[in-house]
């Protein structure tokens, strides 16, 4: 069921700003047995939701892999997100109306601080299993290093110990396009709306690949086929104008703005020695997922993950569908993860 848990606390930030009453949207299935042994905390990734079972169907729910009947399995919506989580359309209590774009900026590392509160209060003490794919990642190896002693297991997906140049990059691009749209600027919640469709149309080329178009958005869209040649549209084109409305019906630009941000942020060696220094601190047995033909997350940064953890492992999932592979191949993450676990 989805909650909303509220800090009481200022909470500070890396940045060194505060924000007052900081609420995350969390979900959760199952139950906490007495043992208290029995948590899987999952880590949705740039525009998922607290309800992982919505979105990770092949894994997440009865009769599946993180089934809440063995497992007390909770996700939570990250601040900036626009799924509950205080956002930059919620109203900032010392003005009385919406952040918009003086929202401050949440780090990787910020959010899982954010979670320990909440952890707390839902009587947790030991996370047996904890997994996340893209940025839920990326706040995943953040919260393994920054309390050691808390996961059994964790099983990062498709991510990074920090975002790279070509990962900051793509981002980058997307802001650009909303940036440029001159809705942008102004204080209302579909602000920038158009020039997020654009930023998505670019996210979608980095998630996928030549060889997913090829066999998936090859010629012309079937309803202009008989068009003359100047009216013809071309499925690729279709696609990408469908996915940027799919997106905005559901988002809007201020969370796609702050939340890329923070995926750019992510760094686990900031102010702990560098990455290999902050990875070798890690404690719980890691399974390293990467998949093969992903060109956002590429799998010489899973490897580096799992060279780098003491008890690391690397496994490699085939995949037509790139870096969306890892919320789409359900069977195969299920037998890699099964096979580490036991």
């Not at 995350?24 to 899987?40: E, H, W």
């Not at 202009?224 to 905005?248: N, S």
Request: net charge negative; proline share 4%; aromatic share 12%.
């Amino acid at each position: 069921m989805s909650k909303i848990f509220n800090h009481h606390e200022s909470f500070e930030l890396e940045c060194g700003k505060r924000i007052e009453n900081l609420a995350l949207a969390y979900t959760t299935y199952g139950q906490l047995n007495a043992a208290k042994d029995n948590v899987v905390w999952v880590f949705h990734a740039l525009t998922a939701n607290s309800d992982p079972a919505e979105w990770w169907p092949g894994l997440v729910g009865e009769g599946f892999l993180l089934c809440p009947e063995q497992y007390f399995i909770v996700c939570v919506n990250m601040p900036g997100s626009c799924y509950g989580s205080t956002n930059a359309i919620s109203i900032n209590p010392t003005i009385g109306k919406p952040y918009y774009h003086s929202f401050p900026w949440f780090t990787t590392r910020d959010m899982i601080r954010s979670y320990q509160a909440l952890r707390e209060v839902l009587g947790i003490t030991h996370i047996k299993i904890g997994i996340g794919g893209s940025m839920g990642g990326q706040q995943l190896l953040e919260w393994a290093i920054e309390e050691p002693d808390l996961f059994e297991y964790i099983i990062p997906i498709a991510t990074n110990a920090f975002h790279s140049a070509w990962g900051i990059a793509f981002n980058a691009s997307q802001r650009l396009c909303i940036e440029n749209d001159h809705t942008w600027l102004s204080e209302r919640k579909d602000a920038g709306i158009n020039g997020m469709k654009a930023a998505r149309s670019i996210a979608l080329l980095s998630y996928r690949n030549h060889d997913t178009y090829d066999s998936r958005q090859t010629g012309i869209t079937p309803d202009t086929i008989t068009h003359p040649v100047d009216k013809q549209i071309f499925r690729a084109e279709t696609y990408q104008r469908y996915q940027g409305e799919k997106l905005a019906k559901r988002f809007n630009a201020f969370s796609y703005y702050a939340l890329s941000r923070a995926m750019d942020s992510h760094n686990v060696g900031r102010a702990r020695g560098g990455a290999v220094a902050a990875l070798q601190t890690i404690k719980a047995k890691a399974l390293v997922i990467g998949i093969s033909t992903d060109l956002l997350f590429p799998v010489q940064e899973q490897a580096f993950l799992a060279e780098n953890i003491p008890q690391g492992k690397l496994a490699v999932i085939q995949s037509l569908y790139g870096h969306d592979g890892f919320l789409l191949e359900f069977e195969q993450i299920e037998k890699v993860i099964r096979d580490f676990i036991g």
